[in-house]
């Protein structure tokens, strides 16, 4: 179990690059992976079964405990990043599919990945945990509803199997999880070990059938596409964390509120497009996967070189003062 523990800190320290080279792959060589698109859902389902075993009840007395944090975090969360969409779909002229696409992502709740990057970032993990625990419970309500009032002069949205869809698909397994790691405690610390192998692998996977399910739309999109993805999520890590400053919140929650709100959970933008809509829909979520996870590790990157160098000049002080 050892073995698979270091693969999986190796996995995930180098998860960007994966990432990359994935989505580079999937987009010259399609056919490979297409086969995943059609089970984007499934996929999902089990990576969101492994995140729902690693929830704990202190992640939820958090939310007793820091209510104000939890609330600056999930509205924000809620409001930046599918007002941003709609700004920014009106700003670029998107066609309303792309338009919808964009929007889809950001009424989506937050990335699983961003637990990880808030720990490599030397952010509030804790908070980092609850907050995207939160978000995904809301999402069932609010991602159909904000997606309904923002983009219904695009296409016939349907609420009710939006809101079917994310039970599903995020809800179920979680709570499938929660009851497993409570009756069979072995599992649950297996699990436990396993998941940053398991998440890497399934993200992967994610961003692999989102880029083979897309590829023609991608193309017929183009930079403009790309472009509205990069200021969408640019600015909704700006805003975040630019608010929880005025909020007076600490650095270390500033950085995870930035993460939280920046980072989208991109595969259930992209099973959402394909089960409901249509392929061009998903060209924003297809995009957004990789794209959060370079913004996201380039973020966290400099944030803990930020905290390595106050390290070092705080014991260069304390040996001045010794000497």
Avoid at 120 to 130: E, F, I, N, P
Avoid at 229 to 247: K, M, T
Wanted: some cysteine.
């Amino acid at each position: 179990m050892n073995f698979i523990e270091k693969i999986g800190k190796i996995v995930s320290k180098n998860l960007t690059i994966l990432v990359i080279l994935v989505a580079v792959y999937c987009f010259f060589i399609p056919s490979t992976f297409q086969w995943v698109t059609p089970n984007m859902g499934r996929i999902l389902s089990i990576m969101m079964f492994g995140v729902g075993m690693t929830i704990k009840r202190d992640q939820f007395k958090l939310v007793l405990e820091r209510p104000r944090d939890v609330f600056i975090g999930a509205f924000c969360q809620f409001t930046i990043m599918p007002l941003v969409a709609f700004i920014i779909s009106k700003i670029f002229n998107l066609s309303p599919e792309l338009s919808l696409g964009l929007i889809l992502v950001g009424t989506c709740p937050g990335g699983v990945s961003s637990n990880v990057m808030s720990f490599l970032a030397k952010g509030d993990v804790a908070l980092s945990v609850s907050l995207t625990t939160m978000s995904t419970i809301l999402a069932p309500i609010l991602t159909p509803v904000i997606t309904l009032i923002l983009a219904k002069s695009y296409i016939e949205i349907s609420i009710i199997s939006m809101f079917i869809s994310i039970i599903k698909t995020i809800i179920i397994p979680i709570l499938l999880a929660t009851l497993c790691s409570k009756l069979f405690p072995k599992i649950n610390e297996f699990m436990n070990k396993l998941l940053p192998l398991l998440s890497s692998i399934l993200l992967m996977m994610l961003v692999s059938g989102s880029i083979s399910g897309s590829v023609e739309s991608i193309k017929t999109s183009g930079i403009i596409m790309f472009l509205a993805v990069i200021i969408h999520h640019g600015i909704g890590f700006l805003l975040g964390y630019i608010i929880a400053g005025r909020c007076k919140m600490n650095e270390n929650k500033k950085r995870v509120i930035s993460l939280e709100v920046g980072m989208q959970n991109s595969g259930l933008a992209t099973t959402l497009a394909f089960d409901h809509f249509t392929p061009v829909v998903s060209v924003a979520a297809a995009l957004s996967g990789p794209l959060q996870t370079i913004f996201s590790a380039i973020l966290a990157n400099y944030w803990a070189n930020k905290e390595l160098n106050k390290d070092t000049d705080n014991r260069n002080e304390d040996n001045i003062i010794e000497y």
